[in-house]
C-alpha cells in the first residue's frame, strides 16, 4: 500500500502533490458545498469601490455621517453595502486621530505598520451566498473576499464572523487585517443580522439588505418569522407595529451552529480560491489549495471570536491552522472544574455563560450606576442626570424594587447602589469594570442582550413574547408607534440586530399603561422601576426550573465549548475590564479548561490587557462619553499584533509570546480631551515577560498576577 504525506507546500506545487496522493480522482476536483446557494460574484475596481471600504477610503470611514441614498425609501444594494461597511466598521474601533486611527490602525496604515499617505482601498473580488439546508429557514449569510494581491504561491485566508448580532460585515475591521496581507477572508454573518421581518406591512430583508415582501422574496428571504397567515393576522391585531429579527426569532438556537458557519465559510473560502486559482485536470478545476497547503487563522472579536473557538474545536478535518481572537464570548461547560486565580485570590465566580451573568446585570447594573464610590465615572451622572429630567427615578426605583424583592437589604439609595456593585464583583466583574456600568446602563446593552439571547437560545418564536418582551418603534412618551420607512429601508446597513437600534426600541407589553418602551414603562403598582418584572423573568429563565427555564437551559446546553483546540496554536487577547463578557467568565477559565483537556499538547496563550474594555467605538466618543478617551486603551492594536505573531508562527516558525499581563499607560489629562495616544501607551507584546507580568496556566487552573 503506498502512503501519501502531504507536506505543506507552495501551492504552485500542490498540483504535483496531488497527482502522487490520487490527485487526478473525482475526490481532488473542487466542486461547490451542497449547502450553498447561488453565488453573487462582485469585482472592485480599488477607485470608485473597493473591499475594504465600499469606495470611502479611509477618510470616508473616518466621517461621522453615513454615505448618504439617493433614495432614502429604495437604497440600492451597492448603497446598502457602502454604509453597512461605513456603520460597522465605526462601531469596531476608535475612529478619532487622537485615539490611534490612522496611525496604529486604520486601512492607510500598511501590512508592517507603516503610516501611508494612501486611502487604503483594497481593490478584488466579493463573493456572498447563503448557506441553508434546503429549507429557507437557516439562510446563514456567507461571504468571500478575494484581494487582488492575493498570492496562490502563498496562500492565506483569515475568518471574520460577525460580532454581536450583527450581519455579514460586521467583521469588517478584523478583515482589514487579512485584505491588507493578501489574505482571503471568510466571513459569516452566523445566523443573526441588523435587518428585521416587518411583521405589519410583511416585508422581509433579502441577502443584499434590499427589501419585498415574504411572498415575493420566499425562501431568497435572508429572515422571515415563520409565522402562518392566520398567525400573523392575529399578532398583528393583537401586538400592532412590531418587528422580528433573526438572532431572537428565528427558531434556530443560532449560536450552536456558530462554529460550523464559520467552517462553513472557510470552506466557501477554499472553494472560491479553487475555482480562481486550481490546477485544470481535463476542463475542470483541482483542489489545488489544501489546509497542506494554506495558512488559515481563524479570527474575529466578540462572540465572532467565540465563533473562532467554537470552529477550531469542531474543526474535524484540519481546515484552520491557527487562531487569534479577541474578547471572545465562550460558553464554558456546566461544570468545567477549573479555578481562576488573580493576584494569588481565589475567583469565586467564574465560567458562567453569557446569559447568565447578562441576566445579572440586567437585574443590578442600573442600580449600582448610582454608587457614590464610581460617582465621577463615564456617564455617571448623565446617567443620573437624564432620568431626573425626565421626572422618572428610574433607576432609584429599580433600587427599591430589588430590596422590595429581596435581592437588596440597603436602607438608603446609597447603600443599595454600593450592594448593588459589590453584588457585580461578587458574581464575577473585575474591580476594573466598576467605572464602566453607568454607561453600559445608560446604553441599556444589558437588557438588550439578555432580550436576544434568551429568546434565540430559548427557540423562542416572536408570537411568545418572551417575559413580555417585543421590539418595536416609539414615540417620544414612550408608547408603541410607526418606524420612519427610511430608517427600515436602511436597517440592513445601520442596525446591529440586538435593539435598541436604528429607532427600533425594546418593548414592555406589560406596562401598567399599556405596552411602551422598557425603560420608560410602569410597573402594575404605576412606578417606573426599569420593568424589574421583566428582568426577573429573564433571570429565571436562567436559574429556575419551570418548564420556560428548562428549554432556555437544554439550548444553553448546546452551545457550551468543551475546550479542545485539537492543538492548533492560539492567541487570545482579553481587556482587563471588559464589563459586557468579564475575563473571569471567558477567556481566563477558558484557558484553564484547554490546558486541563489538551495537557502538554496544548499550544493555547492568553495575554490580558490592562486599561482596556469592550467597547472600542466608546473611547472614540469624547463628547458623550468623556473618560473613556482618559482611561482606555484600543484593545484593537492587540488584536492585529495577535494576527502578525500568529502569522509569523505559522509562515515562518517564529515563536509565539507567552501568555501574560499586558501593562497599558492610559493617555490621561482631561475627560474628554484627552492627549492623543503614542506607542508608549500600547506597549509591544513580550516573547517572555517579566515575572511580575506571567500568567501560570496549568492543568485545569490559572494564575493572573495583579
Known amino acids: 500500500m503506498k502512503t501519501c504525506i502531504r507536506p505543506f507546500v507552495p501551492a504552485a506545487l500542490a498540483a504535483a502533490v496531488l497527482a502522487a496522493c490520487g490527485g487526478g480522482s473525482d475526490a481532488s476536483i473542487n466542486t461547490k458545498p451542497a449547502y450553498l446557494g447561488a453565488i453573487k460574484t462582485t469585482s472592485y475596481d480599488g477607485g470608485s469601490d473597493d473591499l475594504l471600504t465600499a469606495g470611502l477610503g479611509k477618510t470616508g470611514l473616518a466621517s461621522p455621517l453615513a454615505p448618504a441614498y439617493a433614495d432614502p425609501l429604495k437604497p440600492t444594494a451597492a448603497e446598502l453595502r457602502r454604509t453597512a461597511i461605513h456603520t460597522n466598521y465605526r462601531a469596531m474601533l476608535d475612529m478619532t486621530a487622537d485615539g490611534g486611527y490612522g496611525t496604529l490602525y486604520g486601512p492607510n496604515v500598511d501590512a508592517q505598520g507603516t503610516v501611508t499617505a494612501g486611502e487604503g482601498k483594497v481593490p478584488g473580488t466579493e463573493y456572498i451566498a447563503f448557506a441553508d439546508d434546503g429549507s429557507g429557514r437557516q439562510n446563514v449569510t456567507l461571504m468571500v473576499q478575494v484581494p487582488a494581491s492575493f498570492d496562490p504561491k502563498k496562500p492565506c485566508v483569515i475568518t471574520a464572523t460577525a460580532s454581536g448580532s450583527r450581519g455579514v460585515y460586521g467583521g469588517i475591521s478584523t478583515g482589514e487585517w487579512g485584505l491588507k496581507r493578501g489574505c482571503a477572508v471568510a466571513y459569516s454573518d452566523k445566523g443573526t443580522g441588523g435587518a428585521p421581518h416587518d411583521l405589519m406591512n410583511d416585508t422581509v430583508p433579502l441577502i443584499d439588505g434590499t427589501r419585498t415582501t415574504a411572498a415575493a422574496a420566499g425562501k431568497d428571504a435572508a429572515f422571515n418569522a415563520g409565522l402562518s397567515a392566520a398567525e400573523l393576522a392575529?399578532?398583528?391585531?393583537?401586538?400592532?407595529?412590531?418587528?422580528?429579527?433573526?438572532?431572537?426569532?428565528?427558531?434556530?438556537?443560532?449560536?450552536?451552529?456558530?462554529?460550523?458557519?464559520?467552517?462553513?465559510?472557510?470552506?466557501?473560502?477554499?472553494?472560491?480560491?479553487?475555482?480562481?486559482?486550481?490546477?485544470?485536470?481535463?476542463?475542470?478545476?483541482?483542489?489545488?489549495?489544501?489546509?497542506?497547503?494554506?495558512?488559515?487563522?481563524?479570527?474575529?472579536?466578540?462572540?465572532?471570536?467565540?465563533?473562532?473557538?467554537?470552529?477550531?474545536?469542531?474543526?474535524?478535518?484540519?481546515?484552520?491552522?491557527?487562531?487569534?481572537?479577541?474578547?471572545?464570548?465562550?460558553?464554558?461547560?456546566?461544570?468545567?472544574?477549573?479555578?481562576?486565580?488573580?493576584?494569588?485570590?481565589?475567583?469565586?465566580?467564574?465560567?458562567?455563560?453569557?446569559?447568565?451573568?447578562?441576566?445579572?446585570?440586567?437585574?443590578?447594573?442600573?442600580?449600582?450606576?448610582?454608587?457614590?464610590?464610581?460617582?465621577?465615572?463615564?456617564?455617571?451622572?448623565?446617567?443620573?442626570?437624564?432620568?431626573?429630567?425626565?421626572?422618572?427615578?428610574?433607576?432609584?426605583?429599580?433600587?427599591?424594587?430589588?430590596?422590595?424583592?429581596?435581592?437588596?437589604?440597603?436602607?438608603?439609595?446609597?447603600?443599595?447602589?454600593?450592594?448593588?456593585?459589590?453584588?457585580?464583583?461578587?458574581?464575577?466583574?473585575?474591580?476594573?469594570?466598576?467605572?464602566l456600568?453607568?454607561?453600559?446602563?445608560?446604553?441599556?446593552?444589558?437588557?438588550?442582550?439578555?432580550?436576544?439571547f434568551a429568546n434565540s437560545l430559548s427557540r423562542a418564536s416572536v408570537k411568545d413574547h418572551l417575559c413580555g418582551f417585543s421590539y418595536a418603534a416609539t414615540t417620544a412618551t414612550g408608547a408603541v408607534g410607526p418606524l420612519a420607512p427610511a430608517a427600515l429601508a436602511g436597517m440592513f446597513a445601520s442596525g446591529n440586530g440586538v435593539p435598541p437600534s436604528s429607532g427600533v426600541q425594546l418593548i414592555n407589553n406589560a406596562g401598567k399603561f399599556g405596552a411602551g418602551r422598557d425603560l420608560l414603562s410602569f410597573n402594575a403598582a404605576g412606578v417606573a422601576d426599569w420593568n424589574t418584572a421583566g428582568a426577573l423573568c429573564l433571570r429565571n429563565l436562567v436559574t429556575g426550573t419551570d418548564p420556560a427555564a428548562k428549554k432556555l437551559q437544554a439550548g444553553l446546553d448546546e452551545t457550551r465549548r468543551n475546550g479542545n483546540l485539537r492543538g492548533k496554536p492560539t492567541l487570545i487577547v482579553h481587556g482587563r475590564a471588559d464589563a459586557l463578557l468579564p475575563v473571569s467568565h471567558t477567556s481566563r477559565p477558558y484557558a484553564a479548561l484547554n490546558s486541563k483537556v489538551e495537557g502538554a499538547a496544548s499550544k493555547l496563550r492568553y495575554l490580558e490587557v490592562t486599561n482596556a474594555q469592550h467597547f472600542d467605538s466608546f473611547i472614540g466618543l469624547p463628547t458623550v462619553l468623556p473618560g473613556y478617551d482618559t482611561r482606555y486603551?484600543?484593545?484593537?492594536?492587540?488584536?492585529?499584533?495577535?494576527?502578525?505573531?500568529?502569522?509569523?508562527?505559522?509562515?515562518?516558525?517564529?515563536?509565539?509570546?507567552?501568555?501574560?499581563?499586558?501593562?497599558?499607560?492610559?493617555?490621561?489629562?482631561?475627560?474628554?480631551?484627552?492627549?492623543?495616544?503614542?506607542?508608549?501607551?500600547?506597549?509591544?507584546?513580550?516573547?517572555?515577560?517579566?515575572?511580575?507580568?506571567?500568567?501560570?496556566?496549568?492543568?485545569?487552573a490559572i494564575a493572573i498576577p495583579d
Not at 431572537?248 to 467552517?263: P, V
Not at 453607568?438 to 439578555?450: K, M, T, Y
Not at 502569522?647 to 515562518?652: K, T, V
Open 234 to 435: 392575529a399578532f398583528n391585531a393583537a401586538t400592532p407595529q412590531r418587528f422580528a429579527f433573526k438572532h431572537a426569532h428565528s427558531g434556530q438556537n443560532a449560536e450552536k451552529d456558530w462554529g460550523k458557519t464559520t467552517l462553513q465559510a472557510v470552506e466557501f473560502a477554499y472553494y472560491v480560491l479553487n475555482e480562481r486559482f486550481g490546477a485544470v485536470d481535463n476542463g475542470q478545476r483541482l483542489k489545488s489549495l489544501t489546509p497542506a497547503n494554506t495558512i488559515v487563522i481563524a479570527s474575529s472579536i466578540s462572540n465572532g471570536g467565540g465563533s473562532a473557538i467554537a470552529a477550531a474545536e469542531q474543526d474535524t478535518q484540519g481546515l484552520i491552522t491557527g487562531v487569534a481572537v479577541s474578547e471572545p464570548a465562550i460558553e464554558m461547560p456546566a461544570n468545567p472544574g477549573v479555578t481562576v486565580q488573580r493576584g494569588g485570590v481565589a475567583v469565586a465566580v467564574t465560567g458562567k455563560p453569557l446569559v447568565d451573568f447578562t441576566t445579572y446585570a440586567n437585574l443590578y447594573q442600573s442600580c449600582a450606576a448610582l454608587a457614590p464610590s464610581i460617582s465621577s465615572s463615564p456617564y455617571a451622572a448623565a446617567f443620573g442626570a437624564g432620568f431626573a429630567a425626565a421626572a422618572l427615578p428610574i433607576a432609584p426605583n429599580r433600587c427599591s424594587a430589588l430590596v422590595a424583592a429581596g435581592l437588596l437589604s440597603g436602607g438608603t439609595l446609597a447603600a443599595q447602589a454600593e450592594e448593588s456593585l459589590q453584588k457585580l464583583r461578587s458574581y464575577g466583574w473585575e474591580p476594573e469594570s466598576n467605572d
Open 437 to 452: 456600568h453607568a454607561s453600559l446602563a445608560a446604553f441599556e446593552v444589558a437588557p438588550a442582550v439578555a432580550v436576544t
Open 633 to 700: 486603551v484600543p484593545l484593537h492594536v492587540y488584536l492585529n499584533r495577535a494576527l502578525d505573531a500568529m502569522y509569523e508562527h505559522l509562515a515562518n516558525g517564529k515563536a509565539l509570546p507567552a501568555s501574560q499581563v499586558v501593562r497599558t499607560v492610559p493617555r490621561g489629562g482631561v475627560p474628554g480631551k484627552a492627549p492623543a495616544i503614542t506607542g508608549a501607551n500600547v506597549p509591544p507584546l513580550a516573547m517572555l515577560p517579566v515575572a511580575g507580568n506571567a500568567i501560570a496556566i496549568t492543568a485545569g
